[in-house]
């Protein structure tokens, strides 16, 4: 059979994946913070979006009692008048500062040396790790050959304190000799805090144990094998080390005192406070039914609202009819702004569906708490909202709820489904996983239970588990062994 090229024509269905479905499909993925900072973007490039509390001031002001008539030939002039006179004058680059607004040049002017000064004053307190050791470095350091070595020793440095880049490369750099990098890094090993310009933890707490006068052989014996302690390989660590557990255990004492980061004490983070995207809560009891129904609302503090502003529509149409670009210029934005509006209510109403779902779905839950969580997957959510699981996905990506149970990611009520083999139901695997840690928490520390001895527990609550899974579902909740629990236990560790 030959092969040839020809043009053929066909006529076919295909679905256009838009670039407004494709921007909606990413909102729904945003948390209610994430989209303010969207929200205050888009209102800042496009003239005819405003937010919803401006425009209800400006109504309140100027609300007119009846609809205003159609402008007029001297109304449109007296409007192009009135915004010449606005642009030209110099009250349009005013100042705006929470609530108060500085007009005057004077007052603008002290306003703005006012913030200063309070920018200046927060800055002189958070003084930074690489500000602190900038210090000493100037004062310590005289030798301008060595103060160069020790700066960049400096800029290698990652935020926990740590020398993360190569001593080699850093020499090869600078061209340096590699003795003198050695003799500058040592010194720069006794500033101030103990235990920077290390290259691993043990060099770390080793630079600590020294300053404090308790780097001994048995300390240096122990913390050559500290891996060790990190895998619970606690016996051949007593091996390696020459130590007994007695001698492991006041060297614990003493590493308890020590910082394993010390960098991390300059950093001036603020605590980020969880903030929920949805409120759950009971209602009122019905007086005839007696019975108290979920109520599901959207933070509406963070959530942004965003409306057409009516000014631009005015103004921008007093001349659409003679300016050919003004008028595209107007449809483009004003297109974009509906869609906009539209995009946020859709999205607002999806979110408030796949969360009553999950509650219609888990109400046992936020009555009984974990031990009654129902196993559930997006496509139970998706089929019964009639959306894509896809999008159900995406709506509960990023985003908590507040209930009377605490505060949880919306993915936190989706786990697997295990099946009960005494009674053929479907449990939830986080249940599950609860009941293990309720049972290991429970248990006499002299006789732990096996992965073995857990079956059989469970097995009482109508729970059939295999034994492979619980040592699966142990490792997931990192809990040790039963041998190296009892071990830790008798050990005081």
């Known amino acids: 059979m030959a092969i040839s090229q020809k043009i053929v024509q066909r006529q076919g269905q295909t679905l256009a994946f838009t670039a407004q479905m494709r921007q909606a499909v990413e909102l729904l993925e945003l948390s209610n913070l994430d989209l303010q900072a969207y929200v205050n973007l888009q209102l800042l490039e496009n003239p005819f979006l405003e937010a919803e509390h401006q425009e209800s001031e400006q109504d309140n002001r100027n609300a007119p009692e009846d609809e205003p008539s159609p402008p007029s030939a001297s109304t449109e002039e007296a409007e192009k008048e009135k915004l010449y006179e606005e642009m030209r004058s110099e009250d349009y680059d005013n100042v705006w500062s929470g609530d108060r607004r500085l007009t005057s040049k004077h007052d603008r002017d002290t306003g703005n040396l006012h913030d200063l000064q309070k920018f200046e004053g927060v800055a002189a307190d958070d003084i930074t790790l690489r500000d602190h050791l900038l210090s000493q470095i100037n004062t310590d350091i005289d030798n301008e050959q060595d103060r160069l070595i020790a700066f960049a020793l400096l800029e290698a440095l990652d935020e926990t304190g740590y020398l993360t880049t190569p001593l080699d490369k850093i020499t090869e750099t600078l061209g340096a000799n590699s003795g003198d990098v050695g003799r500058v890094l040592d010194n720069l090993k006794r500033c101030d805090p103990v235990g920077v310009f290390a290259n691993s933890l043990r060099e770390c707490l080793s630079l600590q144990l020294d300053d404090l006068g308790l780097l001994d052989q048995k300390a240096k014996a122990i913390l050559d094998y500290i891996d060790l302690f990190a895998d619970a390989k606690i016996q051949d660590l007593l091996d390696k080390a020459g130590c007994s557990a007695q001698d492991l255990k006041a060297f614990l004492e003493q590493l308890r005192r020590l910082d394993p980061k010390p960098g991390l004490k300059f950093q001036k983070n603020l605590v980020q406070t969880l903030i929920p995207d949805v409120f759950v809560y009971r209602d009122r009891p019905h007086e005839s039914t007696g019975n108290s129904p979920w109520i599901v ?197």
């Open 297 to 493: 609302s959207l933070n509406a503090e963070t959530l942004p609202k965003v409306l057409v502003t009516q000014d631009y529509k005015i103004r921008a149409g007093l001349n659409l009819k003679k300016d050919k670009e003004l008028r595209k210029y107007y449809q483009e934005r004003m297109g974009e702004a509906n869609w906009l509006v539209r995009a946020l209510d859709r999205r607002a109403q999806n979110i408030l569906k796949v969360v009553e779902e999950i509650i219609r779905q888990q109400e046992t839950f936020f009555e009984k708490g974990i031990t009654a969580l129902k196993p559930l997957n997006l496509r139970q959510v998706a089929d019964a909202i009639g959306v894509h699981e896809s999008t159900v996905s995406r709506i509960t990506q990023n985003k908590y709820m507040n209930s009377p149970r605490g505060t949880f990611e919306l993915r936190y009520f989706f786990s697997a489904s295990i099946t009960n083999a005494w009674t053929g139901e479907n449990q939830s695997a986080l249940q599950i996983q609860h009941k293990i840690q309720e049972l290991i928490k429970e248990e006499d520390p002299r006789k732990p239970l096996s992965d073995d001895a857990l079956v059989l527990k469970l097995s009482e609550y109508n729970l059939d588990i295999a034994r492979r899974t619980i040592s699966k579902y142990r490792e997931l909740l990192k809990i040790p062994s039963s041998y190296e629990r009892k071990r830790r236990y008798l050990r005081g560790l």
